[in-house]
């Protein structure tokens, strides 16, 4: 099994500063076809997670461009690139290169 | 539009079984795996396993892999997720989402699943 790895757990942010969050796989999640299966997610309170980039670096559907992905093989990243109210809630990737899926064990931001 | 529709809130007794259900709607139900989620209270998310209906090809985490089973019914467009003997640790939400191309792109709104004595 991957095992993925987020860094930092906690991420205290001011409104309109940007922030990253690391994701290190145990493996590398490049697939020959030149992917790499690594999505991000966020779950605001009480809600469901929802889709923020999948791929590594393509943004879903809807949402902002504020929200960038970047990253190959054992080393991702997720940058907001100024940070809204709106964006608090836990931070997770997942990878999907092979079964079974996992996730990272989640970022925490908050506004300061 | 895409919608993946839950079950309600249960509320069981240990070693008690159960089978909780999400029904997808808004696309072609055969052509994407549904994936399973479990999030503890004050947890981190766990993928569970997840099924393709077209075929019901499944596949389990290993923690998971006889703990609960996976199934569907292509006829009326609903996966299912069902415990034989429910645990005070099979406490949480459960979340379904349809999974495309590796990503879990739409998600259900999850049941929650109390057991106690």
């Known amino acids: 099994e991957i095992v993925m790895t987020q860094s930092p757990l906690s991420l205290p942010v001011t409104p309109g500063e940007p922030a990253s969050i690391s994701c290190r796989p145990s493996?590398?999640?490049?697939?020959?076809?030149?992917?790499?299966?690594l999505d991000w997610y966020l779950q605001k309170p009480g809600q469901p997670p929802q889709l923020l980039i999948y791929?590594?670096?393509h943004r879903a559907s809807g949402v902002p461009d504020r929200f960038s992905g970047s990253g190959s093989g054992t080393d991702f990243t997720l940058r907001i690139s100024r940070v809204e109210a709106e964006d608090v809630g836990v931070y997770y990737c997942?990878?999907?290169?092979?079964?079974?899926?996992?996730f990272g064990q989640g970022t925490k931001l908050e506004i300061k | 539009e895409v919608q993946m529709v839950q079950s309600g809130a249960e509320v069981k007794k240990p070693g008690e079984s159960l089978k909780i259900s999400c029904k997808g709607s808004?696309?072609?139900?055969?052509?994407?795996?549904i994936g399973w989620v479990r999030q503890r209270p004050g947890k981190g998310l766990e993928w569970m396993g997840l099924?393709?209906?077209?075929?019901?090809?499944?596949r389990y985490t290993p923690s998971f892999r006889g703990q609960v089973t996976i199934s569907a019914d292509k006829s009326i467009n609903t996966a299912y997720l069902q415990w034989s003997s429910l645990k005070a640790s099979d406490t949480a939400m459960y979340f379904c989402?349809?999974?495309?191309?590796?990503?879990?792109?739409?998600w259900g709104t999850g049941t929650t699943v109390t057991v106690s004595s």
């Open positions: 989402a349809r999974q495309a191309e590796g990503d879990m792109d739409f």
């Open positions: 808004g696309y072609k139900f055969t052509n994407y795996w």
């Open positions: 099924i393709y209906p077209g075929d019901s090809d499944t």
């Open positions: 493996q590398s999640l490049l697939h020959k076809n030149g992917y790499n299966y």
């Open positions: 791929l590594s670096s």
């Open positions: 997942m990878q999907s290169l092979q079964s079974p899926c996992s």
